[in-house]
T-cell receptor, first 114, second 115 residues
Framework: TQLLEQSPQFLSIQEGENLTVYCNSS?????LQWYRQEPGEGPVLLVT?????EVKKLKRLTFQFGDARKDSSLHITAAQPGDTGLYLC??????????????FGQGTILTVHP | DTGVSQNPRHKITKRGQNVTFRCDPI?????LYWYRQTLGQGPEFLTY????????KSRLLSDRFSAERPKGSFSTLEIQRTEQGDSAMYLC?????????????FGPGTRLTVT
């Protein structure tokens, strides 16, 4: 079983629609990160959430860390074709490591059609 | 540009051949990571260096894989006797020790295709 379960796996929407992507776990984390990855490129860090209940906004993207620090969501308002990509959540220190090895979810592939 | 760089970006090789990839991290970062990513999946951890010391290797890293970071700067990942199952994107990332949230910065990856 995956440490981080992301849903949905695939999302295909029209430009202007809103969407939410979820990242769930039964484990508690000290922090959680969201990355976006375009085809043929490496993941790019979008945000790190640290505090339970924390909400962070990045333009049209809103990130929330669950109160119990077990889950997170990413909400995109008025999606644009440029938002197309693979959205990954990741946690560090899984397994008690002290140096920040990242464990990723399987990702959500988002396609925004013009 | 002072980001993480990787070379080559693409590599096509025949089964049984050896391949070597290079990663140049952000210059002040002392931690370097290698990950492997197959299509439609998230990256999976392979190995980690702090300066020149290799401190952890994943069970995913078979004996055919070896990684080095000889002077604590760039790193190489070699795969010997490649197999079709090695086809994947190989990603390198770096970070700075002491950052509590361990934010990692990824390179563009090397796409390996084994025919």
């Amino acid at each position: 079983t995956q440490l981080l379960e992301q849903s949905p796996q695939f999302l295909s929407i029209q430009e202007g629609e809103n969407l939410t992507v979820y990242c769930n776990s039964s484990s508690v984390f000290s922090s959680l990160q969201w990355y976006r990855q375009e085809p043929g490129e490496g993941p790019v860090l979008l945000v790190t959430v640290v505090t339970g209940g924390e909400v962070k906004k990045l333009k049209r993207l809103t990130f929330q860390f669950g109160d119990a620090r077990k889950d997170s969501s990413l909400h995109i308002t008025a999606a644009q074709p440029g938002d197309t990509g693979l959205y990954l959540c990741a946690v560090n220190n899984a397994g008690g490591t002290s140096y920040g090895k990242l464990t990723f979810g399987q990702g959500t592939i988002l396609t925004v059609h013009p | 540009d002072t980001g993480v760089s990787q070379n080559p970006r693409h590599k096509i090789t025949k089964r049984g051949q050896n391949v070597t990839f290079r990663c140049d991290p952000i210059s002040e970062h002392n931690r370097l990571y290698w990950y492997r990513q197959t299509l439609g999946q998230g990256p999976e951890f392979l190995t980690y260096f702090q300066n020149e010391a290799q401190l952890e290797k994943s069970r995913l890293l078979s004996d055919r894989f070896s990684a080095e970071r000889p002077k604590g700067s760039f790193s190489t990942l070699e795969i010997q006797r490649t197999e079709q199952g090695d086809s994947a994107m190989y990603l390198c990332a770096s970070s700075l020790e002491g950052r509590e949230t361990y934010e990692q910065y990824f390179g563009p990856g090397t796409r390996l295709t084994v025919t």
